[in-house]
């Protein structure tokens, strides 16, 4: 549904990446790339990395130093970034994505069921939010009675998503945290 006084942003406009400020940029590298498993396309010497899911994009999530290196993570009740989201194609990848995180020891601070959407929410090394997800089909989005989105906020089944993944498809840590 579209304001009419807002007429909306052109087709094919989204959001290309996002951009952090971290501390220490070869852990937050490490993070991102052993953890997550993203894959680093380039360097800006010490200062910036920038790493894609998987190649054919320049980059999805770039790190730099520039004003934060050796910084603190801003405080609880400061306005910033809430998290940034990362969108897994299915359940399964979603669940392959946890069984990383639980091999890494990364703790989750969430796990929620929207409804259109099932997340898994962490904090990267310097308290950056994150939050992996998966889309359900949008048919199966529930919807009110005049077609707007309804979404929940319910807990989400670890075990059930586990099921999917079986703890012998990821190789065991090598990345300290």
């Known amino acids: 549904m579209t304001d009419s006084h807002h007429p909306g942003l052109e087709p094919g406009v989204d959001i290309g990446h996002v ?8 852990r937050a590298v490490a993070f991102y ?3 997550l ?13 920038f790493l894609s899911a998987g ?3 320049h980059h999805h999530i770039g790190l730099n130093t520039f004003q934060s290196r050796d910084g603190d993570a801003p405080p609880p009740g400061t306005t910033g970034l809430y998290h940034a989201a990362i969108r897994y194609p299915t359940r399964r990848a979603l669940a392959l994505a946890l069984r990383r995180l639980q091999a890494h020891g990364v703790e989750l601070t969430g796990a ?9 929410y962490l904090s990267d090394p310097d308290g950056n939010g994150l939050e992996l997800s998966w889309d359900r089909p949008q048919h199966e989005w529930p919807r009110t009675a005049d077609g707007q989105l309804a979404l929940i906020n319910l807990p989400l089944d670890l075990d059930s998503l586990l099921v999917l993944a079986p703890a012998s498809h990821i190789p065991p840590c090598s990345t300290p945290r």
């Not at 951009?19 to 070869?26: D, I």
């Not at 929620?112 to 898994?120: P, R, V, Y």
Request: aromatic share 6%.
């Open 33 to 35: 790339r052993d953890v």
């Open 19 to 26: 951009h952090l400020k971290v501390a220490n940029l070869n």
């Open 55 to 57: 190649g054919g994009y």
């Open 112 to 120: 929620s069921d929207h409804g259109a959407n099932e997340a898994l």
């Open 37 to 49: 498993g993203f894959t680093v396309q380039g360097r800006l010497r010490d200062s910036a990395a």
